[in-house]
């Protein structure tokens, strides 16, 4: 049974940080590309981070650019997302997400949501100003 669980959320004030930290079981992380979304209360589910498994290669939504870092331990099974100079707009519930490696991991797969065949239960992130 394959299961992702996120952990690392919390309250934290504006300018802090905090690292969100996904938890893989049941399934080849190694081989899986990995990506992060949020989805804020009364909105839509939104890209944050999204990291291939053959390079390495990352990207990032526009507004965590230069903010927000995607990293991933293949022999720990981890995905992580180091969240720096945190705005009260980045409160939202954040779930991570794995894509097969049958799909190609690119700009274009890496944000769109139908990509993710697999999602953790999500933890929030509140930012207070």
């Known amino acids: 049974q394959v299961q992702l669980a996120e952990f690392g959320g919390g309250m934290v004030q504006a300018g802090g940080s905090l690292r969100l930290s996904c938890a893989a079981s049941g399934l080849m992380f190694s081989v899986y590309g990995m990506g992060w979304f949020r989805q804020a209360p009364g909105k839509g589910r939104e890209f944050v981070a999204g990291?291939?498994?053959?390079?390495?290669?990352?990207y990032y939504g526009d507004s965590v650019k230069g903010r927000f870092t995607i990293s991933r331990d293949n022999a720990k099974n981890t995905g992580y997302l180091q969240m720096n100079n945190l705005e009260p707009e980045d409160t939202a519930v954040y779930s991570c997400a794995v894509v097969p490696p049958r799909i190609d991991y690119t700009t274009h797969s890496a944000s769109d949501e139908g990509s993710y065949t697999y999602w953790g239960q999500g933890t929030q992130v509140t930012v207070s100003s």
């Open positions: 990291i291939s498994w053959k390079r390495g290669t990352v």
